[in-house]
């Protein structure tokens, strides 16, 4: 094997567009990978082999399609594809499928990219777990709900992946698996065509190997070339630990004290506090996510319960439960400190953050915790993770950089730039 598949898919994109590489050869390292991988990390739902080996071949017989011409791409089970199945990480929907492509997938096909197949998702991209593992211990858990993707990516059984986040579907499982994930702005990649769980904090991103590969997948899904400016070392990065931060454990502390002193070296690294409303947006954001995911599953839910997993029928029943005017003054926090959020860049580009409590936690059961996560996504503003350093089991612990709402050039500039300082010995 040659394993092109271990190339970034910036490099590997730019071979392809010069020729010096097949399509054909590039996915079949990658199909490779796969054969030899997948019985122990289960990141495919469905894998479309034939399917994608035509699209290879199409490409390379053709010219040069787009910014993602030839690249492997893994699309969470969540997202509507015309030619394979569809089921949304549930048996409800076992054999679906839908008769168009979502928005993004077809973007990404309108780009050049190939769609290998579909990756593992929680059940409905929430928390009841499917059967993938983590890369680095295959008796830890990847994260979720994004599992599929952040695995094969990690895995380099895919070049690039979708995933979504309603809670912390994209940072957490990247953090976990030791690889890069962006959550845009809110609505930045559009939504069409995806099994929506809350609509107020749904958002697509994606999981790629590096920041330049993620900003390349942006770019190309957006038709923004800003989203692929150069690294950037930002004037001043704010170190954000979070009114959660009581929920860190050791190596998150010891990876965001190494990061800060790192990055001092090449910018200003300040303190960065949230204002005092900050404090209830985790417990608003909980609010708000199971209340929608009860209304959005409400026809599953009455027509289809008994094949729910318990705990999301406990979720259900609760967001049925929870009294409309606790949902609305929920909203209103998150509105309020949205509004307030320019107060807290005031004095920096933007805010370094733990991407998880620690590193993969042991066991399949359970996916790990979201909290690092949910007021960052209930703010609607871009976040990055990247990796930075090991935990006590020698796997990976992840930041993540928050940016401003709307400003996600900038943050994936400064992501870009901490991720080579946080590379370097």
């Known amino acids: 094997m040659s394993e092109l598949n271990r190339l970034s898919a910036t490099e590997a994109a730019r071979r392809l567009a010069r020729r010096e590489i097949t399509?054909?050869?590039?996915?079949?390292?990658?199909?490779?990978?796969?054969?030899?991988?997948?019985?122990?990390?289960?990141?495919?739902?469905?894998?479309?082999?034939?399917?994608?080996?035509?699209?290879?071949?199409?490409?390379?017989?053709?010219?040069?399609?787009?910014?993602?011409?030839?690249?492997?791409?893994?699309?969470?089970?969540?997202?509507?594809?015309?030619?394979?199945?569809?089921?949304?990480?549930?048996?409800?929907?076992?054999?679906?499928?839908?008769?168009?492509?979502?928005?993004?997938?077809?973007?990404?096909?309108?780009?050049?990219?190939?769609?290998m197949g579909k990756t593992v998702t929680t059940e409905f991209a929430t928390m009841f777990p499917g059967p993938t593992r983590n890369p680095h211990d295959p008796e830890r858990t990847p994260g979720g709900s994004s599992s599929g993707s952040a695995a094969a990516v990690a895995d380099f059984m895919a070049h690039l992946a979708f995933g979504t986040q309603t809670a912390g579907s994209i940072i957490r499982p990247a953090a976990y698996c030791g690889i890069v994930g962006y959550k845009p702005t809110y609505n930045t990649l559009p939504r069409g065509g995806f099994k929506s769980d809350a609509d107020t904090l749904d958002t697509v991103g994606v999981l790629a190997r590096t920041v330049a590969d993620a900003a390349l997948f942006a770019s190309a899904l957006t038709g923004r070339p800003d989203l692929r400016a150069e690294p950037a070392a930002p004037e001043r990065i704010g170190l954000c630990r979070t009114y959660q931060w009581d929920r860190a454990q050791p190596e998150t502390v010891a990876a965001m004290r190494a990061a800060a002193s790192k990055l001092s070296a090449g910018t200003r690294v300040v303190d960065a506090e949230l204002p005092q409303r900050f404090a209830g947006l985790a417990a608003a954001q909980t609010a708000v996510m199971w209340y929608e995911v009860a209304h959005s599953l409400t026809d599953e839910y009455s027509r289809h319960r008994d094949a729910l997993s318990g705990p999301l029928r406990e979720r259900c029943e609760k967001g049925f439960a929870l009294a409309p005017k606790e949902y609305v003054q929920a909203l209103a926090l998150g509105r309020e400190c949205r509004a307030a959020l320019e107060d807290v860049f005031d004095d920096c580009d933007v805010l370094l953050a733990p991407s998880a409590p620690g590193e993969a936690p042991a066991g399949l059961a359970a996916t790990g915790d979201p909290i690092m996560n949910q007021v960052w996504t209930f703010l609607h503003v871009p976040c990055v993770t990247v990796p930075a350093g090991k935990g006590p089991n020698g796997l990976p612990v992840g930041v993540q950089i928050v940016g401003r709402i709307g400003d996600d050039a900038r943050t994936l500039a400064a992501a870009q730039w901490i991720q080579k300082q946080l590379e370097k010995e």
Do not use: N
């Not at 054969?35 to 122990?40: A, F, L």
């Not at 739902?45 to 910014?67: I, M, N, S, W």
């Open 23 to 115: 399509a054909e050869s590039l996915l079949r390292d990658c199909l490779a990978r796969v054969d030899e991988r997948e019985p122990t990390v289960q990141a495919w739902k469905f894998l479309d082999r034939e399917g994608a080996l035509r699209q290879a071949r199409a490409l390379d017989q053709g010219p040069v399609r787009g910014p993602l011409h030839g690249l492997p791409v893994g699309v969470k089970d969540v997202f509507d594809t015309h030619d394979m199945p569809t089921e949304y990480g549930s048996p409800i929907y076992r054999g679906h499928r839908p008769r168009s492509d979502a928005a993004v997938v077809a973007l990404t096909r309108r780009a050049g990219g190939i769609v």
